[in-house]
């Protein structure tokens, strides 16, 4: 079976995971722990980022090469169009997703984590051992602050990813004005890069992220709550309902989260 080295929060990994389900693979999600789990993904492939995909003896690293790995390994259902301009186009967009989307979507979702302690509690997968919990909770909130700014997360750099990203939100929908994904008819890897990597400014609806049930549906108030993106985050949700598995036995939460995730 394949196996994912993932972090469940990790908005490409997600990405790999929509993927896996869109071509109907069966897959074992294995969780790497921030520090430790990175140093034996290190020993493993040579690097500590997640998703990193193992397929027998093979490691694939990026979430692009995973995608381009399973068309070439899993051909049905491609997740690249073979039309050369409609390829193009579909790379290009995955492209800009990756270097864009997903790290404006980073700055923004570290703000929140920094200000709201029961965010962060939260956020952890359920299947987190209490000892790891009690370290991520204790980290004062000013200490992620300053460090968030020594990696350029400042508050003038969260500030214009906002505001980035409210643009990006307004064009991804005018691609979406009159055909049901950003190609036309049929979806390819565009869509489910921009729907998985969309998943840290708003969460899906449905259970697909091992997170408490309370946190389904909330994101960052500025754009979540926002009525002028509701059309593509329904977009995103219907993206979810065709294509992606929902978790199954999953365990409820025993402790609710925050009813908003607040960002200044």
């Given at each position: 079976?394949?196996?994912?080295?993932?972090?469940?929060?990790?908005?490409?990994?997600?990405?790999?995971?929509?993927?896996?389900?869109?071509?109907?693979?069966?897959?074992?999600?294995?969780?790497?722990?921030?520090?430790?789990?990175?140093?034996?993904?290190?020993?493993?492939?040579?690097?500590?980022?997640?998703?990193?995909?193992?397929?027998?003896?093979?490691?694939?690293?990026?979430?692009?090469?995973?995608?381009?790995?399973?068309?070439?390994?899993?051909?049905?259902?491609?997740?690249?169009?073979?039309?050369?301009?409609?390829?193009?186009?579909?790379?290009?967009?995955?492209?800009?997703?990756?270097?864009?989307?997903?790290?404006?979507?980073?700055?923004?979702?570290f703000a929140a984590v920094s200000q709201d302690l029961s965010f962060r509690k939260s956020l952890l997968p359920l299947s987190t051992p209490d000892f790891l919990k009690s370290v991520v909770v204790g980290v004062p909130g000013d200490l992620?602050?300053?460090?968030?700014?020594?990696?350029?997360?400042?508050?003038?750099?969260?500030?214009?990813?906002?505001?980035?990203?409210?643009?990006?939100?307004?064009?991804?929908?005018?691609?979406?004005?009159?055909?049901?994904?950003?190609?036309?008819?049929?979806?390819?890897?565009?869509?489910?890069?921009?729907?998985?990597?969309?998943?840290?400014?708003?969460?899906?609806?449905?259970?697909?992220?091992?997170?408490?049930?309370?946190?389904?549906?909330?994101?960052?108030?500025?754009?979540?709550?926002?009525?002028?993106?509701?059309?593509?985050?329904?977009?995103?949700?219907?993206?979810?309902?065709?294509?992606?598995?929902?978790?199954?036995?999953?365990?409820?939460?025993?402790?609710?989260?925050?009813?908003?995730?607040?960002?200044?």
């Amino acid at each position: 079976m394949l196996e994912l080295y993932q972090w469940e929060l990790s908005h490409y990994s997600e990405k790999v995971r929509l993927c896996l389900d869109y071509k109907g693979l069966q897959y074992r999600k294995i969780e790497v722990t921030p520090g430790i789990g990175q140093w034996e993904l290190f020993r493993l492939t040579g690097q500590k980022q997640v998703p990193v995909l193992k397929d027998g003896n093979n490691y694939i690293v990026d979430s692009s090469e995973i995608a381009k790995y399973l068309d070439l390994e899993y051909p049905d259902r491609p997740l690249i169009p073979k039309e050369p301009k409609k390829r193009a186009q579909a790379l290009l967009l995955e492209d800009w997703a990756d270097e864009t989307l997903g790290v404006l979507g980073r700055k923004a979702f570290f703000a929140a984590v920094s200000q709201d302690l029961s965010f962060r509690k939260s956020l952890l997968p359920l299947s987190t051992p209490d000892f790891l919990k009690s370290v991520v909770v204790g980290v004062p909130g000013d200490l992620l602050s300053v460090l968030g700014v020594g990696v350029g997360f400042t508050p003038d750099a969260i500030k214009s990813a906002i505001a980035n990203l409210k643009q990006d939100l307004e064009i991804l929908m005018e691609l979406l004005s009159d055909s049901p994904y950003l190609l036309g008819d049929e979806p390819c890897i565009a869509d489910l890069a921009v729907a998985g990597l969309s998943i840290l400014l708003k969460f899906p609806t449905g259970p697909y992220l091992d997170l408490p049930e309370s946190l389904r549906g909330k994101g960052l108030p500025v754009l979540a709550d926002n009525l002028d993106y509701e059309r593509f985050f329904a977009w995103r949700d219907r993206i979810y309902s065709q294509f992606r598995k929902p978790l199954t036995g999953q365990t409820p939460a025993t402790t609710s989260g925050p009813s908003s995730i607040e960002i200044d």
